[in-house]
């Protein structure tokens, strides 16, 4: 048996489904697609996202197989975006110091680049994660 990292948490994921006829959780567990069409019809009309309540857990194991654990937290990136993402604090977690600024000072680069954020953050964490691991 091999040990998988736990790269997202299910607690983390169940907070997000409290906001998840918005599609947060899906965004959160790698499904951008899927979020953006729970975004536009809340979480398609509510059934998806009662449904999801119990997805969930094969959402995060899907998850943890697919994104690489490291230095910078999936979790902490999440809630940084979901909460503070116009104050590009989650940027600046990550080290995207120069960026972090611009959204600080254009309230996310006028919500455009948190909308980007949302369908990119688990590969930016990877890539970032790589960078650290390897040089």
Same mark, same amino acid.
């Given at each position: 048996?091999?040990?998988?990292?736990?790269?997202?948490?299910?607690?983390?994921?169940?907070?997000?489904?409290?906001?998840?006829?918005?599609?947060? &959780?899906?965004? +959160?567990? !790698? #499904?951008?697609? =899927?979020?953006?069409?729970?975004?536009? @019809?809340? *979480? $398609?009309?509510? /059934? %998806?996202?009662?449904?999801?309540?119990?997805?969930?857990?094969?959402?995060?194991?899907?998850?943890?197989?697919?994104?690489?654990?490291?230095?910078?937290?999936?979790?902490?990136?999440?809630?940084?975006?979901?909460?503070?993402?116009?104050?590009?604090? &989650?940027?600046? +977690?990550? !080290? #995207?110091?120069? =960026?972090?600024?611009?959204?600080?000072? @254009?309230? *996310? $680069?006028?919500? /455009? %680049?948190?909308?980007?954020?949302?369908?990119?953050?688990?590969?930016?964490?990877?890539?970032?994660?790589?960078?650290?691991?390897?040089?």
């Amino acid at each position: 048996m091999t040990d998988r990292p736990d790269t997202h948490s299910k607690v983390i994921g169940y907070l997000l489904w409290i906001f998840g006829f918005l599609g947060s &959780h899906r965004f +959160y567990y !790698g #499904k951008p697609v =899927t979020g953006t069409i729970w975004f536009f @019809t809340l *979480g $398609l009309l509510f /059934i %998806g996202w009662i449904i999801d309540l119990f997805l969930i857990p094969a959402m995060d194991r899907e998850a943890d197989l697919r994104f690489k654990e490291g230095e910078v937290s999936y979790n902490i990136g999440w809630i940084l975006l979901t909460f503070l993402g116009v104050f590009g604090i &989650h940027r600046m +977690y990550m !080290g #995207k110091w120069i =960026t972090g600024i611009i959204y600080l000072l @254009t309230g *996310g $680069l006028f919500l /455009i %680049g948190v909308l980007y954020d949302f369908w990119t953050l688990n590969n930016q964490i990877s890539i970032r994660n790589e960078e650290r691991r390897f040089g």
